[in-house]
């Protein structure tokens, strides 16, 4: 049996084709998905301080149509492009060992990495449904949705224990898939020293854990009656 090479002329592949095109779209895709789960988390944690600070802050995002339109496209253009790197990334790797290791020891791979191929796709769940749960309400278990009060909605939301122990583990995978996700956009951006590497992945340990701690505080804070209905 001969192996048959197959040679691409030079410059037939465009940047987004190749392996390094896919993973630099991955990585600032990330960027941009990542500043919007840190700006989203500051937003929410307002919960702690008042319902009327909490629904004005509502209130102010929607009084500004574009800004908030033009957030949502650029996200849901990042988030789809994120998929499609990760994907094809996935097709590549699997494309490249056909046939799966007899006893694959996972020597230099760290658990969060582990678990992308997987994490992945829990994210994508509960982010259509925190959408229809929150922002559309169409889905709303524990109570009644009530359009701009947030707050109401995040409370009645919250209370219902099922929702609640979704999003903890939604939020717990996220914290695996930012871990890894941004210690791999350090590494994919260039941003990578002997010297600092340690520092880097400590790093983006700690934002991972902040970050999933600080969404998990909200349904945990709910349903130990902290934050109460109004």
């Known amino acids: 049996m001969s192996a048959t ?24 895709t990330g960027v941009v998905l990542v500043g919007f789960v840190i700006a989203h988390l500051l937003g929410n944690l307002q ?57 694959k020891v996972n020597a230099h791979s760290t658990y969060a990495s582990r678990t992308m191929v997987w ?44 929702v609640s122990l979704f999003y903890i583990i939604a939020m717990i995978m996220l914290c695996y898939h930012l871990y890894h996700g941004l210690w791999s956009m350090c590494q994919t951006l260039g941003i990578s020293h002997p010297v600092y590497t340690p520092i880097l992945r400590t790093l983006a340990k700690l934002v991972a854990i902040l970050i999933a701690a600080g969404n998990i505080s909200i349904p945990v804070a709910v349903m130990a009656g902290f934050i109460k209905p109004v």
């Open 5 to 28: 090479a197959v040679h691409f002329p030079a410059g037939s592949l465009r940047f987004w084709q190749t392996t390094v095109g896919k993973k630099a779209i991955m990585a600032l």
């Open 47 to 103: 919960i702690y301080e008042s319902p009327e600070k909490l629904n004005r802050y509502s209130e102010m995002l929607h009084s500004m149509p574009a800004l908030l339109w033009g957030a949502r496209i650029t996200l849901l253009v990042s988030a789809l492009l994120h998929i499609w790197s990760s994907w094809q990334l996935w097709l590549l790797q699997r494309a490249a060992r056909p046939i799966g290791y007899v006893k």
């Open 119 to 162: 994490s992945g796709p829990i994210i994508l769940a509960f982010v259509i449904f925190h959408l229809l749960h929150f922002t559309f309400g169409t889905v709303h278990p524990g109570g009644a949705f009530i359009e701009h009060d947030v707050y109401h909605n995040v409370v009645t939301g919250f209370q219902f224990w099922p």
